[in-house]
């Protein structure tokens, strides 16, 4: 009995069909220039799947980033905080 020898077939030989992925049909229109806007004024421009993006809340309207954040007094806490260590409250 004589046994022959195979050539291992690497990735792609394997392959009979080459096959063309991905499928084109089931993906969303991809969009390279969507205008972000907020407040009715265009922002900047980001790829989406959506023809113009709305947003409320940005980087320079944030009340954490634009330095006017208030703070919301319950039952007397804040100003016994700031007395117990002797901080001087923020009000304007």
């Known amino acids: 009995m004589v046994y022959e020898k195979h050539e291992k077939?690497?990735?792609?030989?394997?392959?009979?069909?080459?096959?063309?992925?991905?499928?084109?049909?089931?993906h969303p229109t991809w969009f390279t220039d969507?205008?972000?806007f907020c407040d009715g004024k265009p922002l900047c421009y980001v790829g989406s799947t959506k023809r113009e993006l709305q947003v409320d809340v940005w980087l320079a309207n944030h009340p954490f980033y634009s330095d006017s954040q208030t703070i919301i007094d319950?039952?007397?806490?804040v100003e016994r905080f700031m007395k117990k260590y002797g901080l001087k409250s923020q009000e304007k």
């Open 9 to 26: 077939l690497h990735n792609i030989q394997n392959v009979k069909k080459i096959k063309n992925m991905p499928k084109t049909e089931i």
């Open 34 to 36: 969507t205008p972000v």
């Open 74 to 77: 319950t039952e007397g806490r």
